[in-house]
């Protein structure tokens, strides 16, 4: 008889208990779906540039959530860095955009620079980073440019252009798909 009143007066006791973890657990069942930022890369190595230099890069991402994505603002690690992204809310299935500048004047050696996102996004903060040298603008040693980002174009048939080389100014003739240097 006393194990069945200790076992009934568990399981009044116990009730509260289960019904408050269920109300508790219900919340972050319904934020499993929501908004999901899922950026095409985190992290974006600028190479070995010199002091002065401009970095910019763009960071692209995807709503792969279920709800529009609102970006509430892009923080930086230092004023340095400016960031611009797209305001409008990002549905579903869709692409936004993330650029960052990187203005290296007064900055010497390794840096990372950190742009955290902060959006409606279901699982938190999101965080992107800028990452290279600044060459030693004492030093003679050479410094390799920033990758950059080619475009796709339509092929072209036939074309005059004028380009400057190492100081020197050159005409380049197109025909037939073929590029030839005129001296």
Known sequence: MKKVFALALALVLAAPAVTMAQALAAPAAEKKGGAVLSPDETKYEFGTVKQNDIVEHTFTFRNTGSEPLVISNVGVSCGCTTPEYTKDPVLPGKAGKITARFNTAGKMGQQNKVLTVSSNNANGDVQLTLAGTIADPSAAAAVAPAPSTT?????????????????????????????????
């Open 151 to 183: 475009a796709e174009a339509a092929p072209v048939k036939k074309a005059k252009l004028k380009a400057k080389s190492d100081g020197k100014k050159e005409k380049v003739k197109i025909a037939e798909g073929e590029a030839r240097v005129k001296k």
